[in-house]
T-cell receptor, first 114, second 114 residues
């Protein structure tokens, strides 16, 4: 069974540009979570999608946005990039039918903003 | 709002030493608690989880955790660590009230010396 896949693995952008990160959940999983992992800050909750809708978002500015497609894959967009957006962005999926189920993580996309 | 605190940011132990990593959460309602582990170069994976019932839960690789409701704690323990336990450990909580946000702590980096 294929796990959660994320692309690209690495991305280098400059300040003010936009970044798009992609995530494919485990087959059958309808929930997708996005986290930002910056050094020393642990995993900061960004967004949660389920069944194509945004269910909740963390304390991030509106330039962090995303969407979930009909096949349950997801995209995270970061506009007007700032230096502090440099981090590892993790995607995780969960069986949507299980409210408190386990999260399955991808390897992450490392975004570097110069 | 939900929050999770991990007080030990870096822990260094010798092989065969006992391990206890602290985790405290802040949430007034029913919670479900997790410990995830990230081995070097690998993605985050579930170590153990508590949903209900026996507050002492056992996970993979000899790890266990105890849920103490009165202390809002879910500490991770292992009687005798091995060099292969070197990793970063994250405590996580998911609360109800319809939000189902998975909140993670800042993580504890464990280094086990051979």
């Amino acid at each position: 069974e294929a796990g959660v896949t994320q692309s690209p693995t690495h991305l280098i952008k400059t300040r003010g540009q936009q970044a798009t990160l992609r995530c494919s959940p485990i087959s059958g999983h309808t929930s997708v979570y996005w986290y930002q992992q910056a050094l020393g800050l642990g995993l900061q909750f960004l967004l949660w999608y389920d069944e194509g809708e945004e269910r909740n978002r963390g304390n991030f500015p509106p330039r962090f946005s995303g969407r979930q497609f009909p096949n349950y894959s997801s995209e995270l967009n970061v506009n007007a990039l700032e230096l502090e957006d440099s981090a590892l962005y993790l995607c995780a999926s969960k069986d949507g039918g299980s409210s408190f189920g386990e999260l399955f993580f991808g390897e992450g996309s490392r975004l570097t903003v110069l | 709002a939900q929050s999770v605190s991990q007080h030990n940011h870096h822990v260094i132990l010798s092989e065969a030493a006992s391990l206890e990593l602290g985790c405290n959460y802040s949430y007034g309602g029913t919670v479900n608690l997790f410990w995830y582990v990230q081995y070097p170069g690998q993605h985050l994976q579930l170590l153990l989880k508590y949903f209900s019932g026996d507050p002492l839960v056992k996970g993979i690789k000899g790890f266990e955790a105890e849920f103490i409701k009165s202390k809002f704690s879910f500490n991770l323990r292992k009687p005798s660590v091995q060099w292969s336990d070197t990793a970063e450990y994250f405590c996580a909580v998911i609360g109800g009230s319809g939000t189902y946000k998975y909140i993670f702590g800042t993580g504890t980096r464990l280094k086990v010396l051979a």
